[in-house]
């Protein structure tokens, strides 16, 4: 996607325009990054698949019968309150 | 005084999605496990500071993280390199708290900021509101989003699938082009 034959791309990012020094976390100019995310729709409904199957698959698996054991332990006892 | 019972099976029925959170967080089931405890010690002690008919997943996972940013902050004054310590853990034990097939994915997700991490996991797993997710973490709703499409960004650059066109190939070759991506 880059752009080629333009005269600014010999100039150093920060004489091209007044906004230069604007760079996201991976040190690319936020312009760009954005044209990135654009792209990335599908890239995007790939990587939120891939997150959810990973966190449904632990949710899953339950209470772990110690957790449940401590839940009904505490909630059945006296907790001091009015 | 008893805890009611609603109320109970409130905290029970937060538990596998709390866990969920507490894993993609720590990348470690036992030290998950030891988070979503005291979290369950502390809420049960405090349970009278929740106020029924509101958010329990929400009042949950805020008491969750919070544990977490505390603990994740005296790991980093007691170790030099938390970060590389937490990645060779991850490297060691890559089936803990899922199946093998998700180890790459889980790597990737492990590489990035804690701030976005979490950000990402709240929105795009555990199903919460953009405004929900920054009352958990403590910030505004621009800042929630700014880090969510962040780490959205990375996540696409370290699992290499910069374009439409690297979808198609199978798994191998796809593990292939992450490992350009990372030499």
């Known amino acids: 996607m880059m752009k080629t034959g333009k005269t600014s791309n010999l100039l ?71 | 005084m008893k805890l009611d019972p609603a109320i109970r099976d409130q905290v029970l029925a937060t538990v596998p999605s709390l866990r969920a959170f507490a894993i993609s967080l720590c990348g470690n089931v036992d030290r998950a496990d030891d988070l979503v405890q005291e979290t369950l010690l502390r809420a049960l002690a405090h349970i009278d500071s929740f106020q029924p008919g ?6 949950l996972f805020t008491i969750l993280r919070n544990l977490f940013r505390s603990e994740y902050r005296k790991r980093r004054r007691e170790v030099e390199d938390p970060d590389g310590r937490y990645a060779e853990t991850l490297k060691s034990h890559p089936e803990q708290g899922g199946r093998v097939e998700f180890s790459e994915f889980r790597a990737a997700l492990a590489k990035l900021p804690s701030e976005q991490r979490e950000a990402l996991i709240l929105v795009g797993a555990s199903g919460f509101s953009y405004e929900d997710a920054a009352a958990i973490c403590g910030c505004a709703v621009g800042t929630i989003k700014s880090r969510v499409n962040r780490a959205r960004t990375r996540l696409a650059d370290l699992l290499a699938i910069d374009s439409v066109d690297d979808f198609g190939p199978d798994r191998a070759t796809r593990a292939v082009l992450a490992r350009g991506a990372r030499g």
């Open chain 2, 54 to 59: 509101t958010n329990m997943p929400a009042w």
């Open chain 1, 12 to 82: 150093p990012p920060a004489a091209n325009e007044n906004r230069a020094e604007t760079w996201d976390a991976m040190g690319r100019p936020i312009n760009q990054r954005k044209t990135e995310v654009r792209l990335g729709r599908e890239v995007q409904a790939r990587i939120g698949q891939q997150l959810r199957a990973m966190y449904d698959d632990i949710v899953s698996q339950g209470v772990p019968q110690h957790l449940a054991n401590l839940v009904r332990r505490l909630g059945d006892q006296d907790n001091g309150a009015k």
